[in-house]
């Protein structure tokens, strides 16, 4: 794809998308420094996990800025969770590949990194030298009822768009109960991308050859185990592998890492492993960030730059693929039904997810009011993400010096 152009995805007559392509302005190095700076901003606000972070990157580039239309960005979301790693990251390093070419899809996921890294550098540091973590419970307590807001805004206008006939309705709303019900995020993604698949494309199902309906099977690298002593190599092996294969919520992380390092290796205690999952969920920015926290606990600051390499490494491969794909993927009615599946039950999983924050963060008629008050100027005003998270930590310090 040309570096100075993007595909931008529009409805036809006939409700069909057909590529077209958006030309923006040509001035690549200025597009170099507008993707790291504005991902670097975000990257300190990026609280809450990946639906808020979905959802503040959708306001800023979508409605702000209006460097994707509503169309592609559903488009780069379906594509996120058909491949293994970190979604909001993968997004990052999408939007940051489709406005500056290479160096933006290298600049938008460092930047968007770089300030949990280094936020998590500090509290290891901290945590090694005084056996505890940061206690940083105000902060929370005010940010999570704004990223609710943020959150309910973006499913409620994405929902307009996607949400097209009744086959499609029901897909979106039973990805949310079977969620409840328990059901693996992976295998909702895909079985409503396989039903979307096959309704719309119901007619041809007569006409072909079963060897020509196309599959989309993921890459799924995978290393053997290694029972052996600890190394940097070690350490960047079992991270390139958890991040090559660990789809759905970054909360199964902790499974993965719990076999690896806590089971199998015996590098860490279960108690190392809850505080590097506390520091993941108290920081801006991926929870993939724990693996800087382990990886400072066992080899100190080489330790955390091997993890922390190896654990976003193959997002980055992953995107590099798939990116080029998608408007080929548009233009074939099987895969792009299969896409438009992948979006509708990511959306569903979305709102599910969006629901249990929800819940855990609405937990007082201060933080309801707060919620609401958030909800309406995002909605009214247009407010940018970024002064209503400050808004939010404004207030859970007030919070905090009141208690």
């Known amino acids: 794809m040309n570096d100075d152009s993007i595909v931008r995805l529009q409805n036809t007559e006939k409700g069909s ?66 491949i293994p790693g970190p979604n909001s990251t993968e997004m990052a390093i999408h939007i940051g590949y489709l406005r500056a070419g290479w160096p933006g899809l290298i600049l938008g996921g460092f930047a968007f990194t770089l300030p949990a890294v280094l936020i998590v550098l500090v509290f290891s540091w901290i945590y090694v030298q005084y056996g505890t973590t940061p206690q940083v419970a105000w902060i929370l307590y005010g940010i999570k009822p704004v990223l609710i807001a943020i959150i309910a805004q973006a499913l409620w206008e994405l929902g307009h768009k996607v949400l097209k006939n009744k086959i499609i309705t029901i897909i979106g709303l039973g990805a949310i109960g079977l969620y409840f019900l328990g059901v693996n995020e992976v295998l909702l993604i895909f079985i409503g991308g396989l039903i979307i698949m096959l309704w719309e494309n119901r007619s041809r199902l007569k006409k072909i050859k079963k060897h020509s309906i196309p599959l989309i099977i993921p890459l799924l690298p995978a290393l053997g185990n290694m029972v052996i002593p600890f190394s940097l190599s070690t350490l960047f092996l079992v991270f390139l592998k958890i991040g090559s294969i660990l789809y759905g919520s970054g909360y199964v992380l902790v499974a993965f890492l719990r ?8 590098w860490l205690t279960e108690k190392q492993l809850i505080d590097a999952i506390a520091i993941g969920q108290i920081t801006p920015g991926p929870l993939f960030t724990a693996a800087t926290f382990i990886g400072y606990l066992l ?20 995107v590099a693929i798939s990116n080029s794909i998608i408007p080929k993927m548009r233009r074939s009615p099987w895969a792009g039904s299969l896409l438009d599946g992948v979006i509708v039950a990511s959306l569903g999983l979305m709102a599910a997810v969006g629901l249990q924050l929800a819940v855990g963060s609405i937990i007082d008629i201060y933080t309801a009011i707060l919620f609401l008050i958030s909800l309406f100027v995002i909605i009214k005003y247009r407010v940018n993400s970024t002064w209503l998270i400050l808004f939010g930590v404004v207030f859970g310090l007030i919070s905090s010096f009141i208690a």
């Open 17 to 82: 998308r057909e590529p077209v392509i958006n030309h923006l302005p040509v001035n690549k190095e200025n597009k170099v420094l507008e993707v790291f700076f504005l991902f670097l901003r975000l990257g300190f606000i990026a609280f809450g996990g990946p639906a808020a972070h979905i959802s503040m990157f959708r306001q800023e580039f979508v409605k702000n800025r209006k460097w994707l239309s509503d169309e592609q960005y559903l488009d780069l979301l379906g594509i996120t969770n058909l």
């Open 259 to 266: 076999a690896d390092l806590v089971d199998r290796l015996g």
């Open 299 to 318: 080899g100190g600051i080489p330790g955390s730059l091997i993890a922390t390499l190896g654990i976003f490494l193959p997002s980055y491969i992953f």
